[in-house]
């Protein structure tokens, strides 16, 4: 069984840093994409940022020049660091695997349970 544990959230100020993390542990050989969501109180989840196997990424508009993603193959990890933060960005993130490869046939998407992030002052 795979797992996805995210780490990092937490309330800062606007225009603040923070770093989150998601690990995902179990037999697993590899993950095609990983991904970072969100979901604001009262809205849909939506897509914040994107990561391929080899390193090739995508924002959405709202957070682009504000997030980088990245990712470590060898930890099965993905990272968002997320500066310059605005209320706007005030969600629940959770990261998101996709094509995750294990010793079974087959691939499999995970999710993550979900990490709160609050930008107030």
């Known amino acids: 069984q795979v797992q996805l544990v995210e780490s990092g959230g937490g309330v800062v100020q606007p225009g603040g840093s923070l770093r989150l993390s998601c690990a995902a542990s179990?037999?697993?050989?590899?993950?095609?994409?990983m991904n970072w969501y969100r979901q604001a109180p009262g809205k849909e989840r939506e897509l914040v940022a994107s990561i391929t196997r080899g390193g090739s990424t995508n924002y959405a508009d709202a957070v682009k020049g504000r997030f980088t993603i990245s990712r470590d193959n060898a930890k099965n990890t993905v990272y968002l660091q997320m500066n310059s933060l605005k209320p706007e960005d005030t969600a629940v993130y959770y990261c998101y695997a996709e094509g995750v490869r294990t010793v079974a046939p087959g691939t499999i998407n995970y999710w993550g349970q979900g990490t709160q992030v609050t930008v107030s002052s």
């Open positions: 179990g037999s697993i050989v590899s993950i095609n994409a």
